[in-house]
């Protein structure tokens, strides 16, 4: 099995900072993309960011400029910053993460089970 466990959520004032951390574990042999999904209160699960095996990043348009995605290999970890925020960023954020348990399996996605922000305003 593989889990995936969000941290760094919390409150936080408008035009704050906050960084989210995600790590792996159990049965991996590979990680392809990593990424990052929020779901705003009554709405749908919505993407935010990815980063591929390479660093390779895409990130939404809403928020560019402001939230980077990075990753370290090493420590099967996926974080964001999140910069300038405000009150829309307001969510559950999910990391997921494409993950191959063994050479013999395909890659699977895998959730964790999200961690709140709160933008006061």
């Known amino acids: 099995q593989v889990q995936l466990v969000e941290s760094g959520g919390g409150l936080v004032q408008a035009g704050g900072s906050l960084r989210l951390s995600c790590v792996a574990s159990g049965n991996i042999f590979r990680i392809d993309t990593m990424g990052w999904y929020r779901q705003p209160p009554g709405k749908q699960r919505e993407l935010v960011a990815t980063i591929t095996v390479g660093g390779f990043t895409n990130l939404v348009d809403s928020v560019k400029g402001r939230f980077t995605v990075s990753r370290d290999n090493a420590k099967k970890t996926v974080y964001l910053q999140m910069n300038s925020v405000k009150s829309e960023d307001t969510s559950v954020y999910y990391c997921?993460?494409?993950?191959?348990?063994?050479?013999?399996?395909?890659?699977?996605?895998?959730w964790g089970k999200g961690t709140l922000v709160t933008v006061s305003s």
């Open positions: 997921n993460a494409r993950v191959m348990s063994t050479l013999q399996n395909p890659y699977m996605d895998y």
